[in-house]
């Protein structure tokens, strides 16, 4: 069994305590990007990816030279003035980052459908606003089907690269969010199974020597098994096709707004088409020396 | 190379605008988005055609239309733009800011411009304004539709404001069924004399003459064709289409006299191939039926050889329009 990747706020102290160890860094700052990045190398850690949320546009973030070869995830509110983001262009393409959209903002569909047909990595994140699934759709189309290279779009290439119609495919671990692979941690040492829990108190253990014992904990196992209680419960969610890849995420808006069934039957499909595409084009593998 | 329409408004109301019965049944807002641009983009990508031509109605009417020229030429697109080079303030400092830098390889204008003596000064203005910022990336287009017309003004345009030395000669043609100005079939010969006698001064001003779609071969004698010849360096075409343009809303048609024939959703379609071939196809079955604009063309070997093409699919058109229904059923659609 793999070690969990940690997931945590830019805290010296807390990063200086870690040792070989994979990290997802929150920062709060533009400036921190190269602080963390030289921190977490000197502490002999591997860092997995810095993650910046911003309030402002894609146009307003001072991108930098020296940001070449740091994993960034940059959550941002919109694109913002488009000819700003062209002069960026050329960095951006060079930055190993990838460009988070929020579904709040209805013209982010559009915006994510730009950025990745100009080879920028990008992915949906998904707000509190009620979702226009049938955008969502479209752009999953695109992001799937689409006929002329271009970057991918997430979390419908992590879908489509690890869907297995045999088990669960959680689209969390987008947004480093998934218990199987990233658990949280606060400079207290507390720790969390996600980043909800993190923020609403609900701890599991406490402090990073304990950190390898997780898989032994008992509400660590129960809360990887907690979707099978959706199940149990007699709503649409529980009878839905597609719940091996949403996993009743958007299980209380589904009365509402149920679109999100047909999307994510439809991203279903992607998939199936998606590895039968990659399996078509398999080449053979010989021995190598 | 496919014509996307970005708007179905213009700031013009030429009258020989082929455009404007397609203008006239469309919605005024009716915008392209930046997700059916992107589907375009893909659709030319994965065709293998890397030039695109922007036109409305005016394209510069669009609200993105900067962003889409950088949008396209990001994309490795040769950027084409038809415009009347009439545009608002905020939009013309815009594009002045981010496109008069643009590499005259990666975009370029053709502004079609009429006779000053007929235009208001307000739009004189405005075009000179245009060509003033843009000129070094701008061929003029002339579009004649009376066979006495007059282009002296654009040797003053091309030198005043170093434009293209080239003059991208368009000629009217009937919309079927409607109403527009074009030169009558009977008066082509006046016309082409007329287009021959500036051989002279265009030579003089070493500025070349290209001729659109439409122009029939057989409007100039054996001796004009030899001085046509020559002017153009051997490069003469008597073609005519099928164009391919693309409405804001997806349609697409076989070129613009025709948009109200054989309309089809892009949608429809795999590839730019498919779209011409289907149109060239219709074109063809068309030319069985009625083969040029004059008789002779039925029998002519320039024609069957594809020197030329008979003139503009228009005029045949102009056949079917008040006859029954005794052809193939697509001609009638």
Not at chain 1, 79 to 89: D, Q, R, S, Y
Not at chain 1, 198 to 219: A, P, S, W
Not at chain 2, 98 to 108: F, T, Y
Request: include cysteine; hydrophobic fraction near 40%; proline fraction near 4%.
């Amino acid at each position: 069994m793999r070690d969990h990747i940690l997931v945590c706020q830019f805290d010296e102290d807390l990063v200086r305590k870690f040792h070989n160890q994979r990290l997802v860094i929150i920062l709060s700052d533009f400036n921190q990007v190269q602080q963390a990045h030289k921190l977490v190398n000197d502490c002999q850690n591997n860092l997995h990816c810095l993650v910046i949320d911003h309030a402002g546009s894609l146009a307003s973030v001072p991108f930098h030279e020296k940001w070449r070869g740091i994993p960034l995830a940059l959550f941002v509110s919109e694109i913002g003035a488009f000819k700003e983001v062209m002069g960026k262009l050329p960095l951006l393409r060079d930055l190993n980052i990838r460009i988070f959209l929020s579904t709040d903002n209805k013209e982010n569909c559009t915006g994510l459908h730009i950025l990745a047909s100009l080879g920028i990595d990008c992915g949906v994140s998904f707000g509190e606003k009620e979702i226009d699934w049938e955008a969502m759709n479209d752009l999953m189309t695109y992001s799937i089907y689409g006929k002329v290279n271009h970057a991918s779009i997430e979390p419908f290439q992590f879908i489509a690269r690890n869907y297995n119609p045999a088990r669960l495919t959680d689209l969390s671990s987008v947004y480093f969010d998934n218990p199987y692979t990233y658990i949280h941690i606060d400079k207290n040492e507390n720790i969390a199974l996600t980043a909800n829990d993190l923020k609403e108190g609900k701890f599991i253990l406490k402090g990073i020597e304990n950190v390898h014992k997780i898989f032994e904990d008992e509400k660590y196992q129960e809360a990887l098994n907690a979707w099978q209680k959706f199940l149990l419960k007699e709503n649409g969610c529980a009878y839905c096709q597609a719940w091996r890849i949403c996993i009743g995420k958007f299980s209380e808006s589904a009365d509402k707004n149920p679109g999100c069934r047909q999307f994510f039957t439809d991203l279903m499909e992607a998939a199936d088409h998606f590895i039968s595409v990659q399996q078509k084009n398999k080449r053979k593998e010989v021995w190598q020396p | 190379m496919a014509n996307i329409l970005l708007t179905q408004q213009c700031v013009r109301s030429c009258p020989y605008c082929f455009a404007k019965k397609h203008m006239a049944d469309s919605e005024p807002d009716d915008i392209l988005t930046w997700d059916n641009l992107i589907y375009i983009a893909d659709l030319m990508e994965h065709s293998g055609e890397m030039g695109v031509s922007l036109l409305g109605g005016e394209p510069t009417l669009h609200p993105n239309f900067v962003d889409f020229v950088i949008y396209l030429l990001e994309r490795k697109f040769h950027v084409n733009v038809f415009t009347s080079g009439i545009m608002g303030e905020k939009m013309f400092s815009e594009a002045e800011r981010v496109l008069s830098g643009i590499n005259p390889d990666r975009l370029s204008f053709v502004c079609n411009v009429n006779n000053p003596d007929k235009s208001p000064f307000s739009e004189l203005e405005n075009v000179r304004r245009f060509l003033k910022t843009f000129g070094h990336l701008t061929t003029p287009g002339f579009n004649i539709y009376k066979p006495d017309f007059n282009f002296d003004f654009i040797f003053q345009y091309i030198n005043e404001f170093g434009m293209r030395r080239h003059i991208r000669l368009g000629l009217a043609h009937p919309i079927p069924g409607k109403h527009n100005s074009y030169v009558p079939i009977d008066k082509m010969k006046q016309m082409a004399e007329k287009l021959i006698a500036y051989l002279p001064v265009m030579e003089r001003l070493k500025i070349k003459g290209g001729f659109d779609c439409g122009f029939p071969l057989c409007i100039f004698s054996e001796e004009q064709i030899g001085r046509l010849f020559k002017h153009n360096s051997g490069r003469l075409s008597f073609g005519c289409g099928p164009a391919i343009d693309i409405g804001p809303d997806m349609s697409v048609w076989g070129c613009f006299p025709l948009s109200n024939t054989h309309k089809k959703s892009i949608y429809e379609f795999d590839s730019m191939n498919d779209i011409r071939n289907y149109y060239r196809d219709i074109h063809h079955k068309v030319r069985i039926e009625v083969a040029g604009i004059f008789d002779a063309c039925d029998d002519c070997i320039y024609r069957e050889e594809q020197l030329c093409m008979g003139g503009c699919l228009a005029h045949s058109y102009n056949h079917f329009i008040n006859e029954a229904n005794i052809r193939f059923k697509e001609i009638y659609q």
